[in-house]
């Protein structure tokens, strides 16, 4: 099972849900003999490994594939720059040249070329990390600074996972905020999506958007309110009018923010939150058993 714990915006407990989560289905063994993996999929700039420390397995750099220009039988049609959707390919007067940071990698230019003048080749994106915990399996990507292209070393993430887990495994993924491109990728997969919002005007407005976008994927999905008792009632009025289950409310405690800033799990400390998460493990299990 893919479970993808996703939001609107930035900042409002992703990480929080996710790490804490994992440890907690790991901890407490809800899903037998099933293993527990979490990988960050938020690879422009991951934090789950502040909270999760293991001992790392294994480390791969990871790489796409951007054409690369051999003008030695190049008869400078212009063919590669009118299949290129993204402008990362262009025809300038004698030359052709290559954009790494807009390409997309979809083979078109390189397959199209009448000559065989743009050969792909591998490009360092990021690197994956492999951690191994007492109860659960950690997996983080990160993408190298100056790439700007998510969505490949995503994709790759969670081939990644497939490859290395079976299929009864429970795979959750940290994925990154928004309602763009990369979100998509993390969850177009996903057997259940858990949106993570704050009762404030903006966790309601980007709720909205999130639920959308995972109306037009066609998933299944639940909300879990977090720093629950600051703000309104808006976003639970929201979710009950359309028939949108929460799942869990995490409440606002100073406490809490207190271990966050330290790199501790909050429920193994805060009652409270293990209840919570007691629901969103039920939620799960319920789902689980209608797939």
């Known amino acids: 099972m893919k479970i993808a714990i996703a939001s609107g915006k930035g900042g409002t407990g992703k990480t929080t849900l996710s790490t804490n989560l994992a440890s907690f289905l790991g901890e407490n063994k809800l899903f037998g003999s099933s293993k527990i993996v979490l990988s960050d999929l938020d690879v422009e700039e991951p934090n789950s490994g502040l909270f999760l420390k293991g001992e790392l397995i ?84 990160k993408l190298i600074i100056g790439e700007e292209q998510a969505v490949p070393l995503i994709g790759q993430t969670i081939k990644y996972i497939d490859t290395n887990y079976p299929k009864d495994s429970i795979k959750l993924f940290d994925s990154p905020p928004g309602t763009s491109c990369p979100v998509i990728e993390a969850t177009k997969d996903a057997d259940l999506v858990l949106m ?6 903006f966790g309601l407005h980007d709720l909205k958007l999130a639920v959308e976008t995972m109306k037009e994927l066609g998933k299944i999905y ?20 359309n028939n949108i289950p929460v799942v869990a409310k995490i409440p606002n405690d100073r406490k809490i923010a207190e271990l966050y800033s330290k790199g501790e799990l909050l429920y193994k400390k805060i009652p409270e939150v293990k209840a919570e998460l007691q629901k969103v493990a039920e939620f799960i299990l319920q789902k689980k058993e209608q797939l």
């Open 58 to 141: 294994r480390k791969e750099d990871k790489y796409k594939m951007i054409p690369e220009w051999d003008k030695t039988n190049c008869t400078l049609c212009g063919k590669c720059q009118e299949v290129c959707n993204f402008n990362a390919v262009m025809k300038l007067a004698d030359t052709i040249m290559v954009f790494p940071e807009l390409c997309h990698g979809c083979y078109a230019c390189s397959e199209l070329c009448p000559s065989n003048s743009l050969p792909m080749i591998p490009k360092k994106m990021g690197e994956l990390k492999h951690f191994e915990l007492e109860n659960l399996d950690f997996i983080e990507s």
């Open 196 to 201: 993570v919002t704050e009762p404030t005007p």
């Open 222 to 241: 639940g909300v879990v309110i977090n720093r629950f008792g600051i703000g309104d009632a808006n976003v639970e009025e929201y979710c009950e009018k």
